[in-house]
């Protein structure tokens, strides 16, 4: 097994939460926070505010980005891990704007359109909108298909 380390970013405001429909790649047609690959150059925090920036045009400081989360993913007759790490921030500067990756839209907490998501983030958005840290696995068949997964709040990253 190998892994590859992930971002992914969630702007917040009291009662909403910026997310992105995916028009191409990895989870494309999906709406998801933002985020990507961490290169070899970077911290994960630092890829955190890079892939917000390119792909909402949204910028964070470091300062303003809170870790809240760290999911393993894991694909049936895949042997790479993904170790996604999930950060927030309620505090950011610029304007949001359509990319060639990303269209992204302010969704009231009650209309996240869960269905149209990955299907682990129904489980683990209930913890991050009530303010928890958590750590989780996922076991996928496919990219709809969970089999089996652990979740579980922690105190601290
Ligand atoms: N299951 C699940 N739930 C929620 N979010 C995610 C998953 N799996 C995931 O991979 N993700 C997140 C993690 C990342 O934020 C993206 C995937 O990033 P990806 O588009 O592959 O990375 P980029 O570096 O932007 O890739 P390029 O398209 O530029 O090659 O989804």
Request: aromatic content about 14%; charged content about 25%; some cysteine.
């Amino acid at each position: 097994m190998s892994r590859k380390v992930l971002t992914l970013v969630l702007i917040r405001k009291p009662n909403e939460v910026l997310l992105g429909y995916k028009k191409r790649g990895f989870g494309s047609n999906k709406w998801n926070g933002f985020g990507g690959k961490v290169e070899d150059n970077e911290s994960i925090c630092e890829a955190a505010i890079r892939e917000l920036r390119e792909e909402s045009g949204l910028v964070v400081s470091p300062a303003n980005l809170q870790q809240v989360g760290m999911i393993n993913f894991e694909f049936v007759g895949d042997p790479i891990i993904l170790e996604v790490h999930v950060f927030t921030s309620a505090m950011y500067e610029g304007q949001h704007f359509e990319t060639e990756e990303m269209m992204p839209k302010w969704f009231k907490l009650q209309d996240i359109p869960f269905h149209e998501m990955w299907a682990d983030d129904r489980l683990w958005f209930p913890l991050f909108l009530s303010g928890k840290k958590f750590q989780g696995y996922f076991l996928f068949q496919g990219h709809d298909v969970i089999l089996k997964h652990t979740l579980n709040t922690v105190e601290h990253f």
